[in-house]
């Protein structure tokens, strides 16, 4: 029999303190307030801030959670604020005692969270999630390491696994017509501001017609596949329209005062002089690539960094040197320039012996890490490099086989950068400026190994209840 029930729910809403939620302890969000450093977030977040001037700030668990919680759940600013003030769990991850209905703050103010605190202050967080010390050294220089007489006395136990991947910005794909009658529509917004400011107003706004400016341009953009020469009259076209309108502005600013822009008017103005001198380059000389090219004018710090990929010969992006070790990711470099990966070698296994106080037994790496260097380093210090598959020509089948089994091995490190980039974000950087998005990448690391601390703490609690009478009563991790 089936009665018919009433889901009017406003006696919750006139009475709210009738409807309660209690905590459940085993939520992830509860544990992961457990693992996190919250007195070292607040010690660096306090030596930030002016003590005895200003509004009070808002308090650093709540500003590192909010950043922290924006990408763990792949939000935008806005939508964490909503999920903040919809979620009691994540209240409580932040610290809250009571639970709020009313939002904590502007989403304006998760970019400056993300500007109070650096990538290396996060790669501390990250070192102390996947160690359990907290080290104030950032870096270890190679130096430093014990000599290889008195490094046999130190164990070599686990292996390092190695990699390079790309972290792709929220970009336009770069087209070199459409980045000139960007800046052309920069400019011209430019001269319209200072042409209002004008005390005396004679001759023309702008000296060309922009009906003209963007009819051609649409002409070009709107052919699938323009040949080479529609593509380099309508470069010609948007250099001329470009150089023409810088050259007002200038006369504008001359007119009106330098303070009539403000300092990111100036920061895009200078961005769209550069563009325009990179381009003229490039057309007079009939290449298509120069050092330090713009790709982006909103973006001017990306640059395309070379992967040969199958999908896609360039992506544009920050490239991030990758390290796994005992289950856990480490950023050992990143960088907005296209580095070679093998030099990072030698500071990794540095940073390996920082870290867990002993060498690595295996480095697995592809072939772009075997450098003569690199070979002759984990010699030195009796580590064996292995994960390309390859072997001498007498190797034994012992040695084969251990060659093979390596080259399986560094495939971990491929279904690592899968992971980060399919479950964490790191497939799309949203963040335009250059401190915001390391500060997104960042995070998005320190969320895969708080996930894996996680994982492996309920790891341990299943094997203390149900296995440790096996494997000798040990717990290996690899």
């Known amino acids: 029999m089936y009665r018919r029930k009433d889901y009017n729910q406003l006696s919750l809403i006139e009475n709210a ?22 007195d070292k977030i607040e010690e660096h977040y306090a030596a930030n ?20 919680a924006k990408e763990k759940l792949n939000v935008t600013d806005t939508g964490i604020l909503e999920n903040i003030q919809e979620n009691a769990y994540i209240q409580y991850f932040l610290g809250l005692q009571n639970y709020q209905g009313e939002p904590l703050f502007d989403s304006s103010m998760m970019v ?30 190679p130096n430093d390491l014990p000599p290889p007489d008195d490094s046999a006395d130190i164990k070599r136990e686990g292996k390092l696994t190695l990699d390079a991947t790309v972290a792709p910005s929220d970009i336009r ?12 529509q920069n400019c011209e ?24 400016a963007n009819k ?3 002409n070009y953009i709107f052919n699938r596949k323009p040949s080479k020469s529609k593509t380099r009259n309508a470069l010609s076209q948007q250099l001329t329209y470009v150089n023409s309108a810088i050259n007002q502005v200038l006369s504008l600013v001359l007119l009106c005062g ?21 381009q003229k380059f490039m057309f007079d000389n009939g290449t298509r690539s120069c050092e330090n090219k713009i790709m982006n004018l909103r973006q001017p710090h990306v640059r395309a960094i ?27 470099n990143m960088s907005w320039e296209n580095f070679n990966e093998c030099n990072t070698l030698v500071q990794s296994i540095a940073n390996f012996y920082r870290r867990f106080n002993h060498f690595p037994e295996v480095v697995l790496a592809d072939k772009i890490y075997h450098t003569n260097e690199n070979k002759k380093f984990c010699k030195k210090y009796d580590i064996r490099l292995g994960g390309t598959g390859a072997t001498r020509k007498n190797a034994t089948n012992s040695e084969v086989k251990q060659a093979r089994f390596d080259y399986r091995s560094r495939n971990e490190i491929e279904g690592v950068n899968g992971t980060l980039k399919r479950k964490h974000g790191l497939d799309l950087i949203m963040c335009w400026t250059q401190h915001n998005a390391e500060i997104e990448s960042a995070l998005q690391t320190l969320d895969f190994n708080l996930e894996r601390r996680r994982a492996l703490l309920f790891a341990f609690l299943f094997w203390w209840w149900f296995g440790r009478n096996r494997n000798g009563g040990k717990l290996v991790f690899q």
């Open 49 to 68: 801030m002016c003590d005895d001037n200003g509004a009070g700030a808002i308090p650093s668990r709540i500003a590192f959670g909010a950043i922290y």
């Open 173 to 184: 794909y770069p087209n070199d017509v459409k980045l000139l009658n960007e800046c052309r």
């Open 17 to 38: 303190n009738s409807f309660t939620v209690e905590i459940n302890p085993k939520n992830r969000w509860v544990k992961l307030a457990d693992l996190m450093p919250w």
């Open 112 to 141: 400056h969270f993300r500007r109070r605190f650096t990538k290396e202050f996060i790669a501390k967080v990250n070192d102390y999630i996947c160690t359990g010390i907290w080290s104030d050294d950032d870096v270890i220089s």
């Open 306 to 332: 070379y992967r040969g990929k199958a999908n896609a010969t360039y992506e544009y992006g920050q490239k991030l040197a990758l390290a796994k070790a005992k289950g856990f990711v480490f950023i050992e």
């Open 189 to 212: 917004k430019f001269i319209d501001d200072l042409w209002e400011k004008l005390p005396q107003k004679s001759g023309k706004k702008t000296p060309y017609h922009r009906h003209n």
């Open 216 to 218: 051609k341009f649409n």
């Open 258 to 278: 330098l303070d009539e822009l403000s300092e990111r008017d100036w920061d895009r103005f200078n961005t769209i002089c550069v563009i325009y001198l990179q």
